[in-house]
């Protein structure tokens, strides 16, 4: 199962009650991928890096070796899997469907200014991943962590620039894979400005799935 949508529409928070209620899947997320990499200093993190924080595509070559070498164990076992924020281009699909059987796209269709207000909004503790929100889960104190009162950070790419940059790529690059998995009679759209208003339908649409 994929998950599409535009970066910073609630892809992780859905793939996480995914996971919760169907604990078949084995998720997979690129930008968590890529993140540790970065925070390891390996050579893909350190490639991958400055696309990241300007908020541009990391290349395709780079990208599908890291998905393999995560997923493929899991493929071979006939797990099922959950990928979010994979595939992204064209190129990435086609290699995907070599390996892979797609069953179903789950794409989120969040309107572009909720995003824009809502990663404004999104500040981390880069430590330990907290991720905090100053409307809906505010630090007990501004710009703090509630375990350690460490500094809270914006991430990079989460910075203005960085957003519209990544949103343009999505438009570009990312939009027309929609149509493309549509042509295959594969997506399910989901539309709305809240996770928890949107993630019950899909729930419901899951299980008429039998997943
Ligand atoms: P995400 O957390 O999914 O928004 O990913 C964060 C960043 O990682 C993106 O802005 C890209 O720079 C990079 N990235 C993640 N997945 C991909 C992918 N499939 N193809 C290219 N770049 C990616």
Redesign the pocket.
Known sequence: MLILGK??GG??TISGKILKDFPRFHHV???????QHVNEGTQLGKE?KS??E???????S??INL?MDDAKPYIEEGRSLLL??????LQ?AQALEEVAHIDTVVNLDIPTNTIVERIADRWIHPASGRIYSYSYKPPKAVGKDDVTGEPLVQRD?DKPE?VRT?LA?YDKVTAPLVDWYRRKGLVQTFRGTESDVIYPQVKAYLEEKNF
Do not use: E, H, N
Request: glycine letters at 14%; zero cysteines; a positive charge.
């Open positions: 970066p910073g892809k992780g997320s690129t930008g968590d991928l890529l993140r991958a696309f990241m300007s908020g541009k595509l990391v290349p395709d780079l990208m998905l979010d924020g994979f595939p992204r281009t990435q790419d960085s990544r790529a």
